[in-house]
């Protein structure tokens, strides 16, 4: 009528369902039913919240019929312009292409991605591979940790989700700089065998179970390799300090402060800007004299 269209959507899932007493919480910004760092589920209390806003702008509305144990229904009606049918756009290649595309960085670093949202998993790879870096991604805090035990020296950069399940971003977060400490202990006052070898099993579990990996005199790759950098006064054996950026949508103080204490050194916001996401990284290694 008029040129326009009403259409209504319903997304229907036979999931856990959600208390009647908590249905209200849906539509908050930043708010949701399970609120923690370390949650089953993934999310940050905006998808809903953004939905709503964006139904009311095309004159309709969104509820949600949900129970217990049987599942939810999210249904919403919108007014539609009548229009051509326009070709398909590559919105992240535009974004690439946009952002900085022409003044890619001179680094190529080995970065490990702890990041359990399969969407966001794939944009982050993408944006990392076109500025030519080597990416590994884990879907939780804890692989984060069990990737660093075995392969740490490897990686030069982390990029770690705040919230995930199993093991939230904070946490893992904590537990790498507790590596890096421990095994530069072993390094700087441990006493190997006359013939040269570690105290412990290549690659093998130390008696409290975690993971050795071989004390080798590795080297950390460096972009720079001018003498009379700032470099020359940082260790540069195993498990020197791993730059860490933690991704999330939103920071408080609160949250700011948690991650600083546990060893996070920056902070990216989501959604993911290819520029800003690049010139964290540039900052990051400014910062460590690595450019």
């Not at 290649?93 to 399969?118: F, K, R, W, Y």
Request: glycine share 8%.
């Amino acid at each position: 009528e008029g040129g326009e269209v009403e259409l209504e959507f319903c997304v229907r899932d036979t999931g856990i369902g959600i208390a009647k007493e908590n249905q209200h919480l849906l539509f908050s910004a930043f708010s949701q039913v399970e609120n923690s760092y370390t949650k089953r589920f993934g999310g940050t209390g905006l998808g809903l919240a953004i939905s709503q806003r964006l139904v009311r702008l095309m004159g309709g509305d969104i509820w949600v019929e949900s129970e217990v144990g049987t599942g939810t229904s999210f249904n919403f009606n919108a007014s539609f312009g009548v229009g051509e049918i326009l070709p398909t756009v590559n919105h992240l290649e535009m974004t690439l292409s946009q952002n900085g595309n022409d003044q890619l960085p001179s680094l190529h670093l080995n970065i490990l991605v702890a990041e359990d949202n399969a969407v966001n998993q794939a944009v982050i790879h993408r944006m990392l591979r076109k500025l030519e870096h080597t990416v590994k991604i884990v879907g939780n805090g804890q692989l984060a940790v069990d990737e660093f035990e075995l392969n740490g020296p490897s990686y030069d950069l982390i990029l770690m989700d705040v919230q995930m399940p199993v093991m939230d971003g904070i946490e893992a977060t904590r537990l790498i700089r507790r590596i890096e400490t421990s095994n530069k202990d072993q390094v700087q006052h441990g006493d190997g065998d006359d013939d040269g070898r570690d105290d412990f099993v290549e690659g093998g579990k130390s008696s409290d179970g975690i993971v050795s990996i071989p004390m080798k005199p590795l080297l950390r790759r460096s972009s720079n390799n001018n003498s009379n950098n700032n470099n020359n006064n940082r260790p540069q054996s195993v498990y020197p300090h791993i730059p860490i950026i933690a991704l999330s949508a939103y920071v408080t103080t609160t949250d700011k402060d948690r991650c600083l204490a546990a060893g996070v050194d920056s902070f990216a916001t989501k959604p993911i800007n290819f520029a800003k996401l690049q010139e964290v990284i540039q900052e990051i290694f400014r910062k460590s004299c690595k450019m």
